[in-house]
Antibody
């Protein structure tokens, strides 16, 4: 079964760090572009970042550029989001999603919750 | 403020048809494909439409997509109670070099 499972969310103080993981099963992560998407409480979906199949190309939303870093480990078939300098406005459910904007984000995880608060 | 504009809400009776619009610009919808997503609270979003009008396997033909110029539309026919959800359009914006979603539309089946 094709599946994505996120982990690593939690409560962190402003300015703190977290690393989110997204473990893939049923397919080879390195064959696909991968994305992170977030949803703040009572708000809509917001695209955060994407990484190319070989990991050499990355893009970020302006609101997270310089603070969040997307990466992948082919050996572990896992996607990561390193989150530094966290702010209250980063509080959200974070989803990893497979795909491109042409073919659609066709596989999503269930999400992991990040809460930034003192 | 989302780059793509969707109506906040739409509603219709069971069995009826509804359309959800998504308005963008020449740097996003006007230049690239649109995808549509169904999202029920607490669950993973689901891809309904890709390449503006294609349906992934398993998505019923009650769901359809179209695009004209800088706007796209999701159509849902034969509405069912289970269609109540939030719907989002999405694409790439070539000026901003970011992925963009619409603000989302809440569908209520009366």
């Amino acid at each position: 079964e094709v599946q994505l499972v996120e982990s690593g969310g939690g409560l962190v103080q402003p300015g703190g760090s977290l690393r989110l993981s997204c473990a893939a099963s049923g397919f080879t992560l390195s064959s696909y572009w991968m994305n992170w998407v977030r949803q703040a409480p009572e708000k809509g979906l917001v695209w955060v970042s994407r990484i190319s199949t070989d990991g050499t190309d990355t893009d970020y939303a302006d609101s997270v550029k310089g603070r969040l870093t997307i990466s992948r480990d082919s050996a572990k078939n896992t996607l990561y989001l390193q989150m530094n300098g966290l702010r209250a406005e980063d509080t959200a459910v974070y989803y990893c999603a497979r795909g491109t904007w042409q073919n659609g984000l066709d596989v999503w995880g269930q999400g992991t919750t990040v809460t930034v608060s003192s | 403020q989302s780059v793509l504009t969707q109506p906040p809400s739409v509603s219709a009776a069971p069995g009826q048809k509804v359309s959800i619009s998504c308005s963008g610009s020449s740097s996003n919808i006007g230049k690239y494909y649109v995808s549509w997503y169904q999202h029920l609270p607490g669950t993973a979003p689901k891809l309904l439409i890709y390449e503006s009008y294609k349906r992934p396997s398993g998505i019923p033909d009650r769901f359809s997509g179209s695009k004209s110029g800088t706007s796209a539309t999701l159509g849902i026919t034969g509405l069912q109670a289970g269609d109540e959800a939030d719907y989002y359009c999405g694409t790439w914006d070539f000026s901003l070099s970011v992925g963009v979603f619409g603000g989302g539309t809440k569908l209520t089946v009366l």
